[in-house]
C-alpha cells in the first residue's frame, strides 16, 4: 500500500532552532524524496524530481555549462532539447547535433544522447559515445529502466520526461534526474532549489503509482507495438517504419498524414505518448523539416492489437 500524500509546504524548526530533514518543499518534501527513491531503486543511482522534463533539462544545463561550453546533442532526438540548448546560445553556449550511431564531436564537453531518439528512433553507439571525457546526458524516456539502465551503459546523467512511462495515465506534469555521483547530485539539487524547479507532492504521488505498473505496462505495450510495426511495414501505403524492438512507440512515414492521424476512431490525435491509451500525431508540425513531412508518431497503449490494427488498416485504405 502506497504512503499517504504528504502536501505539507513548510516543517518547523527542531528544539534547538535548527531545520529538520524537511523544512520547506522547495527544498525536499516526503513524498517527493519517497518517489525519488524507488525511481532511484530502479535505475541504479540517485533520483531528483524536477516540475517537468524540460525543468530537469534546464537543470542539467545550467548546473553544468557556461560561456563556451559545446553541447553535442543527438540527431532526430526531442526537439524541445536542441531548442533550449539553442536558446542559451546568447549566454555562449554552443549546440551542435551529431549522428549519435556514430562518435560524437571532439570539441563537445557535454554529450547528450536519446536512447532511442524521439521521433527517429535511431539508438545511441554506447562504445563510441562513452570513449569521450564529455559529461554523458542520456534521455531514457522511451526505454525506462525496463528496457535500459543508461548509468550501467557509462552515462553520467540520465534523464526522464516522467511524464510519459513513469506516471503512465497522463495525469502528471515530471521530469526526472538520475546520477551515480554525488557532486553531480548535488549541482542538480542546488539548481533546482535555486530555480524553483521542485516537483509537487501530488505528482510525485503519481510516479510512484506509476512505477508499480510500469513493467506491466511497457511489456504489453512492447507486444503490441512489435505487432504493429510489423504489420505496417508490410503495408503497400506505409513508406518507412521505425521500430527498436521495445517499448511503445512506432514512427512511420506516409503520404497524407494528416488524414491518418484525423481518421482513427480508437487512437487519439495528440501530441506526448507513454498512457495507456494510444495516441499519434503528425510531428512535421512541431518540428519542421528536421524530420520527414509525412512521419506519424504512434504511442501504443493498452488496446487490444486487433482493434488498433482495424482502425489504421481502414485510415491507410483511403
Known amino acids: 500500500m502506497s504512503a499517504p500524500v504528504d502536501r505539507t509546504v513548510v516543517w518547523p524548526f527542531d528544539e534547538a ?11 525536499a518534501h516526503p513524498t517527493g524524496v519517497a518517489a525519488e527513491a524507488a525511481l532511484g531503486a530502479l535505475e541504479g543511482g540517485d533520483a531528483l524530481l524536477f516540475a517537468s522534463g524540460m525543468a530537469a533539462e534546464t537543470a542539467i ?6 560561456s563556451g561550453t559545446t553541447v553535442a546533442v543527438a540527431e532526430g532526438c526531442y526537439y524541445g532539447t536542441s531548442t533550449l540548448v539553442r536558446a542559451l546560445s546568447k549566454y555562449g553556449v554552443k549546440l551542435i547535433e551529431f549522428d549519435q550511431t556514430g562518435p560524437p564531436p571532439a570539441e563537445a564537453a557535454i554529450v ?7 521521433p527517429t528512433l535511431s539508438m545511441p553507439n554506447w562504445d563510441a559515445i562513452t570513449s569521450t571525457d564529455a559529461l554523458i546526458v542520456c534521455d531514457a524516456t522511451l526505454a525506462t529502466p525496463v528496457y535500459l539502465r543508461a548509468l550501467d551503459k557509462g552515462a553520467d546523467i540520465v534523464i526522464h520526461s516522467a511524464t510519459k512511462y513513469l506516471t503512465g495515465h497522463h495525469d502528471a506534469l515530471l521530469g526526472v534526474t538520475v546520477s551515480r555521483d554525488p557532486e553531480k547530485t548535488a549541482a542538480l539539487q542546488q539548481a533546482r532549489t ?11 504521488y503519481s510516479l510512484l503509482r506509476g512505477l508499480d505498473t510500469l513493467e506491466a505496462r511497457l511489456r504489453r505495450q512492447t507486444e503490441t507495438a512489435t505487432e504493429l510495426a510489423a504489420r505496417l511495414a508490410a503495408h503497400p501505403a506505409v513508406a518507412t517504419v521505425r521500430y527498436p524492438g521495445f517499448g511503445g512507440v512506432v514512427s512511420f512515414d506516409v503520404p497524407n498524414p494528416r488524414h491518418v492521424e484525423t481518421s482513427l476512431p480508437s487512437i487519439r490525435n495528440s501530441t506526448s505518448l507513454g498512457g495507456v491509451s494510444s ?5 512535421h508540425r512541431w518540428e519542421g523539416d528536421r524530420i520527414p513531412e509525412g512521419l506519424l508518431r504512434m504511442s501504443v497503449g493498452l488496446e487490444d492489437v486487433e482493434l488498433l490494427w482495424g482502425d489504421l488498416k481502414a485510415a491507410l485504405a483511403n
Open 17 to 27: 532552532g535548527e531545520p529538520a530533514a524537511y523544512f520547506y518543499a522547495r527544498y
Open 61 to 66: 544545463l545550467l548546473a553544468f555549462t557556461e
Open 112 to 118: 547528450w544522447v536519446e536512447s532511442p531518439a524521439n
Open 194 to 204: 535555486l530555480y524553483g524547479a521542485a516537483a509537487s507532492a501530488d505528482t510525485a
Open 279 to 283: 495516441s499519434i500525431e503528425s510531428r
